[in-house]
């Protein structure tokens, strides 16, 4: 039988998400997540003749609409209608470019997400074990992002204290997920000047080693690729904005999910389990304790106010740590002395809570010197590019 169905034309316009309308059941999963989670209800069904289908609203393709980018839609589809960009044929074209000098970042939340994949029991940090996987695919550099998440907050740190001596503008809200910078430039922009100035830790480490690379390049005449290793769809999405380009290149010319990191390692033969260890390279390997956390809702505040502590002692650090900093909770508040100053800080879980909050700080109900957003329930480990049974829509 010849078939007669109507085809729909592929969406390729976000550099996150790919959709492939053909493949939709009309489950409605896509919208539920995006309005439980985000608020946003974006992919809207929408009426097309007599048939009822999950699209774009208006039919506009996604660069078109509010998506931010988190995936979280594409870890619910079950079909296949939605999916994350897959980068993994161009990651392994620039591995096996001989004029390439492949220099990776591993973001926090990766290491501990993998492992279960390939056996290891959930939760198992294999960042020495990826190390070696990456050099065995032709990886010439592994570096940890962890050092950059340190510059972050040593910078994020130094901007609270100049608005707390200033006077705001509070409350600061924090710039690490880009899903969350997106959503306030495309619903509420008069709060841009509110989010912190830092560059995300990946955008942050991007320059540096573009600094770090450009003599090396000039002296060999090989390209330095920068690829990124992220649980975070957004994250492709961060990594084209026309800010974080110089010259006309991208700072990250490639970010890789964990899933598709997964795949690579699969697709190369190679073992994980059985792997030599290998740490990270100098001088870029290294990273703090606070550097860790920012793979969780929480972890950025807790980090900047540790920073800000004039008291570093383990007592003192053990005192912030047992707040209500991390968890789960839509919107956690904790109010923490320092030098004498009562800090008003609140943590959100989820654009939707985003929202909430904006609209209480509106109407005067509520007022924060520090707001840490993450868009993905729990923070980055539940990102849409993470292994699916760890995805904030599957929770
Ligand atoms: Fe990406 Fe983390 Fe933001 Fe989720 S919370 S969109 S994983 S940066």
Not at 48 to 68: H, I, N, Y
Request: glycine content about 8%; hydrophobic content about 40%; aromatic content about 6%.
């Amino acid at each position: 039988f010849p078939d007669t169905r109507e085809r729909y034309e592929q969406d390729n316009t976000s550099p996150a998400i790919f959709r492939d309308p053909n493949k939709c059941i009309l489950c409605g999963d896509c919208v539920r997540v995006c309005e439980e989670l985000q608020g946003q209800g974006i992919l809207n069904y929408a009426h097309r003749g007599s048939e009822l289908q999950v699209m774009p609203a208006f039919d506009k393709k996604l660069d078109q609409t509010k998506c931010v980018g988190c995936g979280q839609c594409a870890a619910v589809c079950t079909t296949g209608a939605i999916t994350v960009k897959n980068q993994i044929g161009q990651a392994w074209q620039a591995l096996h470019d001989p004029k390439n000098r492949v220099v990776v970042q591993i973001a926090p939340a990766v290491r501990v997400a993998l492992g279960e994949e390939f056996g290891l029991p959930a939760g198992a940090n294999v960042m020495d074990k990826l190390v070696k996987a990456l050099k065995l695919m032709g990886v010439e550099e592994v570096y940890d992002t962890n050092f950059a998440a340190d510059m972050t907050t040593i910078s994020e740190a130094q901007e609270f204290l100049a608005r707390l001596k200033n006077g705001g503008p509070f409350p600061m809200f924090t710039s690490c997920c880009p899903a969350w910078v997106k959503y306030l430039e495309l619903n509420d922009p008069k709060y841009l000047h509110n989010i912190s100035s830092c560059k995300s830790p990946m955008e942050m480490f991007a320059a540096v080693l573009r600094d770090k690379y450009r003599e090396k390049d000039a002296a060999d005449g090989r390209r330095t690729y920068h690829m990124a290793i992220m649980p975070c769809t957004a994250k492709k999405m961060e990594a084209a904005r026309p800010e974080f380009t110089q010259e006309g290149r991208p700072d990250v010319d490639l970010v890789i999910t964990t899933r598709e990191l997964v795949d690579m390692i699969r697709e190369a033969g190679i073992q994980l389990t059985e792997l030599e260890p290998e740490a990270p390279d100098l001088p870029f390997g290294l990273g703090s304790g606070a550097a860790v956390i920012y793979g969780v809702t929480g972890g950025v505040a807790e980090a900047v106010v540790r920073y800000c502590l004039p008291d570093k002692s383990n007592n003192a650090l053990q005192a912030i740590r047992v707040t209500d900093l991390r968890g789960d909770g839509a919107i956690r508040e904790v109010n923490l002395t320092v030098e004498g100053q009562e800090l008003h800080l609140a943590i959100v879980n989820g654009l939707s809570h985003a929202k909430e909050l904006i609209a209480d700080v509106e109407a005067g109900k509520r007022f924060y010197h520090l707001v840490e957003v993450m868009t993905c329930q729990g923070g980055c480990v539940g990102g849409a590019g993470q292994p699916y049974g760890l995805t904030a829509a599957k929770k």
